[in-house]
């Protein structure tokens, strides 16, 4: 029974770590090569244009810094469709995480459904050891057994 305790343990806190990974990666993002590059552009050619402040190169740095809003708006639609991307590409993992607790939390319910979750002396329940002696006090340690409830929380049930 101890190594079921560990075992359990172990599976609920690698299934969190899971969803807190997957969910850091989607609040985190990440930059692709082709973005980098068109932000390196974008800068080159700013630092161009401002470097062009005659008036007769005026012509030379507005070519320039329309250029570089082309690319800005180039930048900005690859943004975009990276994320639209990642954001069905979250949604698919999110899908997957939700099932497979499910079914690894339904089938760890079903394993220890029978299975108390503690024992209790009958004195430390008085006065209100009727609430929680639902069918009674276990006849082999005259102790009161309480079970986890199906919800998991902390509503309980007595069981001999």
């Known amino acids: 029974m101890s190594l079921a305790a560990i075992f ?25 090569d082709d973005q980098l590059k068109l932000r390196m552009e974008i800068t080159q050619l700013l630092k161009e ?23 800005e708006k180039e930048l900005a639609k ?18 997957v995480l939700l ?3 499910v079914l690894i939390y339904g089938v760890l ?3 220890f459904w029978r299975t108390p979750v503690t024992t209790v002396p009958k004195h430390l329940l008085q006065p209100f050891g009727r609430l929680f002696s639902w069918r009674g006090v276990d006849a082999a340690t005259g102790r009161v057994v309480i079970e986890k409830s199906l919800s998991g929380h902390s509503n309980y049930k007595v069981i001999r």
Not at 9 to 18: D, E, T
Not at 58 to 64: G, M, N, P, S, V
Not at 78 to 95: A, F, T
């Open 8 to 32: 359990v343990f172990l599976l609920v806190s690698a299934v969190q770590m899971l969803e807190c990974v997957l969910d850091l990666a989607r609040r985190r993002g990440s930059i692709s």
């Open 49 to 71: 244009a401002s470097a062009l402040s005659t008036p007769s190169t005026f012509a030379q740095a507005a070519k320039l810094k329309r250029l570089a809003a082309a690319k």
């Open 78 to 95: 690859i943004q975009d469709l990276n994320i639209k991307g990642k954001q069905s590409l979250h949604e698919q993992y999110d899908k």
């Open 99 to 101: 099932i497979s607790k």
């Open 109 to 111: 319910i079903l394993w």
